[in-house]
Every structure is written in structure tokens, then in C-alpha cells.
């Protein structure tokens, strides 16, 4: 990280970001890729070393994989072509999806911030640890900031300071929802005797619910189990490795024969959604945003595809290249998917917490019922994908029928010298691009318009 004398050390930037987990790194990273001069204040004095969330979805993937940075990612973590819905019997494939990366990769959080911390670095982040956010206020000209280390300002603030988010709260933003109702043991452990095929691991019967799967250190297994007996143990209660043993033993009947722990912890499924993204000059994204069950490992990529998607937009506010009310799509377009996160996981929880008979059998009901590609691009004659055209974080204009003259519609605001345009062909099979003259992308890779042949 950097390091800066209480002298030396420069207090007023164009962007302040709260929180240097996953979500703020990013989000940072994206900010100074667009050289914009952003800083990232975090209490802790070091990165996470626990595993916490485990999961990194395909469409993070491809999110890194824009950026030219998806390599780091996948040496590092183990791919599951599969995952399991509400711990349901059933598992959701992903080979067809039309994707690089169709499947989920497991890497441990400390990893992930591992790595997104070297990007930022790398980029000339400022990361101003050992820094703790008391107080916030806002006026017309921006965000004040007080810390620990001394006051900061800024135009922008973004809150990415997790669940108890300070700048939330100070914002006067509501988050409603509900308080935690079943409490669930959670242990990355060593098994002497894991589940057999090296997989994943689900159950749930009139004894409790069970879930394990490798995390990819090739050492290592999370377990997490919920007793039916003792469902509502309080969240601070220590867990310990014996505790954890005899839940696993009791719901499945076999001894998995757990040995060292290096993580114990629980977590319950309290929900929440904040009611608004954006307050005048204050941001929200990540756990600061949105918090839930653990269910499908979501919260972390939500939390990262939120940055970027407010990543650009606030970048071109900052640089009058877009006018304020850019950002105010950062929530319409956000908060709807905090809504489907918020209602996913719950109808999940219910799935896998609700151990009575009708409940079970509709388990069985749903188990019964759900039994029932990259696109490669040619340019200028240089063989290439759509991931190298947006490493930079640009605007990008794509022209597949040179015939047509007709281009998508660009934002009023959008100026035509910041956006690269490329002439190209598909080469192989790409269904998405059939009968699309050209395209117009966002710089999160997202679609802005199409004009078809």
C-alpha cells in the first residue's frame, strides 16, 4: 500500500471511496483507470485473511476478463460446472450457457482482495489503511469526511463499508427488510474423509441441512449446517470444530472426520435492501447496499458488478462528460437487481431452513420438476474477442455490415471522440450478433444500442 506521513498526506481528491473489500478495490480501480483521482479509506490494517465469500460467478468472470484481468482469477481457483438452488437435490448446470465462463469459480475472498488490491496499486490508488470514517457530511460542494488519520473532502463519496455501513447511516438512507431468523454454523475445515466425487454436497431432511464443498486450496472444505433442533442460535455464540462434527455426523450419519479449522463462524439470513443508491453526492454499493443469506455465494458478485456499473458513469460526471443525472441510473438499474437478490435468497432460505414435512415435500416437488458461447471477432484481420476491445473501460462502437451507414443511437451527452470505434467481422458461431449491423457498448460491457442489418 501507500504510505503517508500525517504531513505529507494529501486530503482532498475527486472521489472517496469507504471500504477496501472486493467492491470498493474495484470500484476504485475502475474510477483511476478512467483517471480519475479517487482514494480508498478502510479501517483494517490489512486485507481480509478470511475466506468469507467464496463464489465468483461467470458473468464477474467476464467483467474481469474485459479488463484483461481474468487470468490471475482462474490460476488461482477451483471451476464447478454446477451449482445447487435452495440446497435442492437438483443441480443447475452451466455448459449452456453462452459464456467463456460457464461455470463458477471458488477462490477465497482473501485471494480475490489479494489480487484486486495489486490492480489497484498498480494503478496508483492511493489505499489509506488504519483510516476509520466517524463522520460524514455533505453540502453542495461536496463530502466531508472525518477520520481517524484526520479530515478528507471530495465531490463524491461511495459507500462500500459493508453491512453496519457507516456512510450509510450517516446518509440518512433506509435500509428495511428483515432481522436474521435462522442461524447457520459455518466452518472451512479439513476433512479426513470428504464427500465422495470430490463435488458438492447438499442435504436437507427432518434433522437439519448440511452443504459442503472443496474451496479450491486442495486442503480445505466448507461446511455449513443448520441443527433443527437449535436453529436460532444467537450469531456471536463460538462455534466450534466439535460442534460443527456432530451437526454433520447428526443430519447426514456420517462421520466426515473433521480435523483443523482455519475459519469458524455464523451467519444468519437477515435481508435488507437500502432504499436508494444514491443520496445527492453519496453512493452506495456492495453489502452497504444490499445484505442477505449466503445463498449461491451472490453477494459478492452483485457487490462487484454494482462498482462497475457505477464506475464509468461516475467517471464521466467527474470529467463533465455526462451530466449528474447519469447517476441517478446507477439506481434504477442496481436496485432492481438488490430487489431479485433480496427475493432470491429468501425463497432459498425457505427451501433449505424449513424442515417440516410439507415443507420437505416440496423439496421433493421442486427436485422432480427442475430434473424435467464467446463471441470471437475479427478486426482489422487480426483475430480478437470483445474482451480486448475493453480493457481500457472505453466507449466502444462496433461496425459488423460496412454497407450500412446507420448507427446506433448515442446518448445526447456522449461525445463521439471519446468512444473507439472498430470495424469487424464474426468469425465462428455467434448467436448474439445474428443479423446486428453494429453495436454500440457501454464501457461495463453492457449493450447501450444495436442497429440491425
Not at 176 to 195: I, Y
Not at 387 to 392: A, I, L, Q, S
Request: with cysteine; proline share 6%; glycine share 8%.
Amino acid at each position: 500500500m501507500l504510505d503517508f506521513t500525517e504531513s505529507s498526506m494529501k486530503t482532498s481528491y475527486d472521489v472517496l471511496v469507504c471500504g477496501a473489500g472486493p467492491v470498493g478495490l474495484w470500484l476504485a480501480c475502475e474510477l483511476k483507470l478512467a483517471r480519475i483521482d479517487v482514494a480508498v479509506l478502510d479501517r483494517r490494517p490489512v486485507r481480509t485473511t478470511e475466506s468469507r465469500a467464496l463464489a465468483i460467478h461467470g458473468r464477474t468472470l467476464e467483467m474481469f476478463g474485459l479488463r484483461g484481468c481474468a487470468g490471475d482469477f482462474l490460476g488461482a481457483g477451483r471451476k464447478i460446472p454446477m451449482m445447487e438452488y435452495g440446497a435442492l437435490n437438483t443441480r443447475l448446470v452451466f455448459s449452456s450457457f453462452e459464456s467463456r465462463f460457464p461455470f463458477t469459480l471458488f477462490l477465497r475472498q482473501t485471494r480475490t482482495e489479494e489480487f484486486l488490491e495489486k490492480r489497484a496499486l498498480a494503478l496508483g490508488v492511493p489505499l489509506l489503511r488504519e483510516t476509520e470514517v466517524t463522520q460524514v457530511a455533505e453540502n453542495e460542494a461536496g463530502v466531508h469526511v472525518t477520520t481517524s488519520r484526520g479530515p478528507f473532502s471530495a465531490p463524491w463519496l461511495v459507500g462500500a463499508d459493508g453491512a453496519r455501513s457507516l456512510v450509510r447511516h450517516q446518509a440518512g438512507i433506509g435500509f428495511d427488510g428483515f432481522d436474521g431468523r435462522v442461524t447457520a454454523m459455518l466452518g472451512d475445515v479439513v476433512l479426513a474423509k470428504p464427500p465422495e466425487g470430490g463435488g458438492i454436497l447438499s442435504m436437507v431432511n427432518a434433522r437439519g441441512a448440511l452443504m459442503m464443498s472443496p474451496l479450491g486450496d486442495d486442503v480445505h472444505h466448507r461446511v455449513i449446517a443448520i441443527d433443527a433442533a437449535r436453529p436460532s442460535v444467537e450469531k456471536d455464540t463460538p462455534l466450534t470444530v466439535t460442534e460443527l462434527a456432530s451437526a454433520a455426523l447428526k443430519i447426514s450419519g456420517k462421520n466426515y472426520e473433521m480435523g483443523e479449522a482455519s475459519w469458524l463462524s455464523r451467519f444468519t439470513d437477515a435481508t435488507r435492501l437500502a432504499s436508494a443508491y444514491r443520496k445527492g453526492r453519496i453512493l452506495l454499493a456492495g453489502d452497504a447496499a444490499h445484505i442477505h443469506a449466503p445463498m449461491g455465494g451472490q453477494g459478492l458478485n452483485v457487490g462487484l458488478q454494482d462498482a462497475m456499473n457505477l464506475g464509468w458513469k461516475l467517471a464521466m460526471v467527474v470529467r463533465k462528460q455526462a451530466p449528474e443525472s447519469l447517476l441517478d441510473t446507477y439506481h434504477s438499474e442496481r436496485r432492481p437487481v438488490g430487489q431479485m437478490l433480496f427475493d432470491n435468497t429468501l425463497a432459498q432460505v425457505a427451501l433449505a431452513t424449513d424442515f417440516t414435512p410439507p415443507n420437505l415435500s416440496l423439496r421433493n416437488t421442486m427436485n422432480d420438476v427442475l430434473s424435467f458461447p464467446d463471441v470471437d471477432l475479427m478486426i482489422d484481420t487480426q483475430p480478437a474477442t470483445l474482451y480486448d476491445c475493453m480493457k481500457k473501460g472505453e466507449w466502444v462502437h462496433i461496425a459488423l455490415a460496412p454497407e450500412k451507414r446507420d448507427d446506433p443511437a448515442f446518448p445526447e451527452w456522449l461525445k463521439p471522440d471519446i468512444v473507439k470505434y472498430i470495424r469487424a467481422r464474426c468469425v465462428g458461431n455467434s448467436p448474439s450478433f445474428t443479423g446486428i449491423a453494429s453495436v454500440l457498448i457501454r464501457p461495463d460491457g453492457y449493450v447501450h444500442s444495436v442497429t440491425t442489418a
